[in-house]
Nanobody, 116 residues
Framework: QVQLVESRGGLVQPGGSLRLSCAASGSIFSIFLMGWYRQAPGKQRELVAT???????NHADSVKGRFTISRDNANNTVYLQMNSLKPEDTAVYYCNALTLYDGEYWGQGTQVTVSS
């Protein structure tokens, strides 16, 4: 079992920045990929960024150059640094972990609202 606890999101003005964190606990040794997804009202959940246990990163085209995923292995935490935020980034953001033996886990989700 893996538990994922996300930091609180918030309300940010367009052009602003916000950093989300996701702390993993439990059977973390089995995690080989972590990522962030988001779901806007009326839309399907979409991939934002992923990072492997080795540190290889992937970002969706819609956030490239603005968002950066990173990880702190010592603290079992993954971050999503979001810069130059746009209203269309408004969504519930979910942390995700893929494990070798136990399948997939999700965080509880955190609301990010970009509005003036």
């Amino acid at each position: 079992q893996v538990q994922l606890v996300e930091s609180r999101g918030g309300l940010v003005q367009p052009g602003g920045s916000l950093r989300l964190s996701c702390a993993a606990s439990g059977s973390i040794f089995s995690i080989f990929l972590m990522g962030w997804y988001r779901q806007a009202p009326g839309k399907q959940r979409e991939l934002v960024a992923t990072i492997t246990s080795g540190g290889a990163r992937n970002h969706a085209d819609s956030v490239k150059g603005r968002f950066t995923i990173s990880r702190d292995n010592a603290n079992n935490t993954v971050y999503l640094q979001m810069n130059s935020l746009k209203p269309e980034d408004t969504a519930v953001y979910y942390c995700n972990a893929l494990t070798l033996y136990d399948g997939e886990y999700w965080g509880q989700g955190t609301q990010v609202t970009v509005s003036s």
